[in-house]
C-alpha cells in the first residue's frame, strides 16, 4: 500500500505527459470531451501521487481510498492518471472508446473494474460517494472518499438533494472536488446557468469549503490532504481550473468541450506540450 | 377487495407492504449487511419497522428518491445490500435515471421496492398511484421485476430478493391482500405459481389480480369453463415456460394488472405467446388513462379490474379461438 509520492518538479512532468495523452488518444479515437480532461489534470495528478491511499497493484484492497469521476465525459484524463500510476498499461489508452477496449467512452466498471462507478449521467457522482462514504462510516473504516463534479453539472437538482445529506449528516469521510472550469457544452457558465456563489451554496449546506487554483500542485494537494484529514463535515474543493489548460487554442474556448482535435491540431498540442518536457 | 362470489370466498390477510416490512427485519436479523433507504415513506412503506430495530442501519433520507438511489448505488458497491423503498410511482419515477446509471447498468446488487402500487390505493389519487412502474422496472436491463399477490409470497420473495446477485425491483400493495397460500408454500424467482390445470383459458395474473382471477375462475366454472390460473409474481425474467405450456394446452389466454396496457404484465406475456405457441390473448388492466380518488373497490370496479371484468375479457377471448 502507498501513496505514490513524488517531488512537485516530478509531478509536474507527470501532469504533461497526461496532458500528451489525453490529446494523443482523443485524437486517435476521433471522439471525446479534450476541454474537461485538461482542466483536470492537476487535481489528479495530486489524487494519485500524493493523496489517496491506494495500491496499483491491488485495485479491489477494501482499505483505498474511492475516487468517483461524476463528470465522466471528463475520463481521458482519469485512464491517462491511471495509466501513470500504475493500473493501466498504457498502450491500452489508443484504444480510447474503440470496440471492446476497457477505456470506454464514459467510465464503465464493468469493463475495467478500477473504476469505482460507472457514471455519464450527470449529477449522480456524489450521492454514490455518500453511500460508499456510509458504508465506511458503519464499518467504522478510515478510508476516504473522493468525487469530482464539474461546474455545469452542479446545475442538476440531485447535486443539492446529495449536498443537503452530506452536509446534514456531517459526512467527514467526503470530499467533493469542483473543476470550475467555467464552461460547459453549449458555452460559458455566466450565459447559460450560473452556480455562483459556488464557495458559499456549499458553506450553506454546512461544508467545509477550500477554494484554490487547480493548476497548482501544491494547492491541490494541500487542499486535498486537508481534506482527507477533515473530521467533522464534508469537504468542498472548489478548484479554479481553465477548460482545456495546455493547449493555447482550446484554453477558455467552449468549441473544446467534446470535439476531438484533427490531426494537424494533435501535431500543434503536441508540439507545445513537448516543449514543457524536460 | 370484495371476497365472495358464487362457490368462493376469500379471506383477507395483510397488505404486501406490510409483509415486506416483516421480512425485512427477518433479513436484517439474518445478516448485518443488508440496510435499508426510505424518502420519508417509511411508515407507509413499512420499512420504519427495520429502522426501529436497526437505527444504525437505516437510513431516512428525506423527499429525495433521486439521492436515495443513487445512495443506494453506492452501499451496493461498498459492499452492502441496501433495500430501498419509498412509494413506487415516485422510486421509479423520480429515481428512473439513477437506476439506469447508477444501478443497472452496472449491475450492482441493490433492492428497490415501491409500495402503493396501483390504483388500490383509493382516496390519494392518480399522483400517488404507481400505474407505470412495472414497464419501467422491465425496461432497466439485467434488473428482476417482482409482484407479489399475497402477504405469504411477499415475505418470501423478499427472501429470494436478498438471495439474487443483482438488482430488483418489488411492487407491493396499500390495501390488504386475500389470503391465497401459506407460510409452506415455496416461491422461486421466475416461476409462475399454477391454480388449477384448466385447459379452456388460462388467466395469467400478478398482484391483486391473482385474486380476482381465482373469483373468476369459480365463475367460470358454473358456466362450465374450465380455466387455469397462474400467479406471475415474477414479470420479468418470465416464467415462459409455464406461459408456453398454458398457451398450447388451453389455446387462448386473458392477462390481468393492476397497471397501465402499455408495457406491463400483458406486454411481457404477449411477447413470450408470440415466440412459443400464438393463441389469442386478452387483457385486462388500466385502459390508457388516469384514474380517480375513491374507494378502492369503486375504483378496480370503474376501471375494469374486477372479477366480472375477466370473465368478460375470457368470453371474447373463447370467441376467438
Known amino acids: ?278 | 377487495m370484495k371476497t365472495t362470489s358464487s362457490k368462493f370466498e376469500l379471506k383477507m390477510g395483510a397488505a404486501t407492504r406490510e409483509a415486506y416490512g416483516q421480512a425485512l427485519v427477518e433479513l436484517g436479523r439474518a445478516n448485518p449487511n443488508v440496510v435499508a433507504l426510505d424518502a420519508d415513506l417509511a411508515k407507509s412503506t413499512y420499512s420504519a419497522k427495520f429502522g426501529k430495530e436497526f437505527p444504525d442501519r437505516f437510513f431516512t433520507i428525506g423527499i429525495a428518491e433521486a439521492n436515495m438511489v443513487g445512495m443506494a448505488g453506492g452501499l451496493a458497491l461498498s459492499g452492502k445490500i441496501p433495500f430501498a423503498s419509498s412509494f413506487a410511482v415516485f422510486l421509479m419515477d423520480k429515481g428512473y435515471d439513477q437506476l439506469r446509471m447508477s444501478v443497472a447498468y452496472p449491475h450492482v446488487n441493490a433492492k428497490f421496492v415501491g409500495s402503493h402500487g396501483g390504483i388500490s390505493i383509493g382516496e390519494d389519487g392518480p399522483s400517488q398511484m404507481a400505474v407505470e412502474d412495472i414497464a419501467l422496472a422491465c425496461g432497466l436491463a439485467g434488473f428482476v421485476v417482482l409482484i407479489p399477490s399475497d402477504e405469504f409470497c411477499a415475505r418470501a420473495l423478499v427472501h429470494r430478493m436478498a438471495e439474487w446477485s443483482g438488482p430488483c425491483y418489488m411492487r407491493t400493495g396499500r390495501p390488504k391482500a386475500p389470503i391465497l397460500y401459506t407460510a409452506e408454500d415455496k416461491f422461486e424467482i421466475g416461476k409462475a405459481k399454477q391454480h388449477g390445470d384448466g385447459r379452456d383459458v388460462a388467466l395469467i395474473a400478478c398482484g391483486l389480480e391473482v385474486g380476482y382471477a381465482l373469483q373468476a375462475q369459480a365463475q367460470l366454472e358454473d358456466a362450465g369453463i374450465s380455466a387455469r390460473v397462474l400467479d406471475m409474481h415474477t414479470v420479468k425474467p418470465l416464467d415462459d415456460e409455464a406461459v408456453a405450456r398454458a398457451a398450447r394446452e388451453c389455446g387462448a389466454i386473458v392477462t390481468a394488472e393492476e397497471h397501465l396496457l402499455d408495457g406491463g404484465l400483458g406486454s411481457q406475456v404477449a411477447k413470450s405467446v408470440a415466440a412459443s405457441h400464438p393463441a389469442p390473448m386478452e387483457f385486462v388492466g388500466i385502459q390508457n388513462t388516469y384514474a380517480e380518488s375513491g374507494t378502492p373497490d369503486q375504483l378496480m370496479e370503474k376501471y375494469g379490474l374486477t372479477a366480472p371484468h375477466i370473465v368478460s375479457a375470457v368470453k371474447r377471448v373463447l370467441k376467438r379461438k
Not at chain 1, 71 to 85: F, I, N, R, S
Not at chain 1, 96 to 112: A, V
Request: with cysteine; net charge negative.
Open chain 1, 1 to 278: 500500500m502507498s501513496t505514490l509520492v513524488e517531488p512537485i518538479t516530478d509531478l509536474k512532468q507527470i501532469a504533461n505527459r497526461i496532458r500528451i495523452a489525453i490529446v494523443k488518444m482523443i485524437g486517435a479515437a476521433g471522439s471525446g470531451h479534450p476541454g474537461g480532461s485538461l482542466s483536470a489534470v492537476e487535481l489528479l495528478v495530486a489524487l494519485y501521487f500524493r493523496v489517496l491511499r491506494h495500491d496499483p497493484k491491488r485495485a479491489d484492497w477494501s482499505e483505498r481510498d474511492r475516487f468517483v469521476l461524476s463528470k465522466g465525459h471528463g475520463v481521458p484524463v482519469l485512464y491517462a492518471t491511471l495509466a501513470e500510476a500504475g493500473y493501466l498499461d498504457p498502450a491500452l489508452l489508443s484504444t480510447l472508446r474503440k470496440l471492446g477496449s476497457p477505456l470506454q467512452g464514459h467510465p464503465d466498471k464493468r469493463m475495467l473494474p478500477a473504476l469505482e462507478a460507472s457514471t455519464g449521467s450527470l449529477g449522480q457522482g456524489i450521492s454514490i460517494g455518500i453511500g460508499m462514504a456510509l458504508a465506511a462510516r458503519m464499518d467504522q473504516r478510515d478510508w476516504h472518499t473522493f468525487v469530482m463534479v464539474g461546474d455545469g453539472e452542479i446545475q442538476e437538482g440531485q447535486i443539492w438533494e446529495a449536498a443537503m445529506y452530506a452536509g446534514f449528516h456531517r459526512l467527514s469521510n467526503l470530499t467533493v472536488i469542483v473543476d470550475y472550469n467555467k464552461q460547459q457544452l453549449d458555452g460559458f457558465l455566466v450565459d447559460i446557468l450560473d452556480p455562483a456563489p459556488v464557495a458559499e451554496k456549499f458553506r450553506s449546506f454546512n461544508w467545509n469549503v477550500i477554494e484554490i487554483d487547480g493548476h497548482d500542485l501544491e494547492q491541490c494537494i494541500n487542499a486535498l490532504q486537508q481534506a482527507r484529514a477533515g473530521t467533522s463535515r464534508p469537504t468542498a474543493v472548489i478548484a479554479n481550473t481553465i477548460k482545456g489548460k495546455g493547449v493555447s487554442f482550446m484554453e477558455n474556448n467552449p468549441e473544446w468541450h467534446g470535439v476531438a482535435p484533427k490531426k494537424e491540431q494533435v501535431e500543434a498540442a503536441l508540439k507545445e506540450l513537448e516543449a514543457n518536457a524536460r
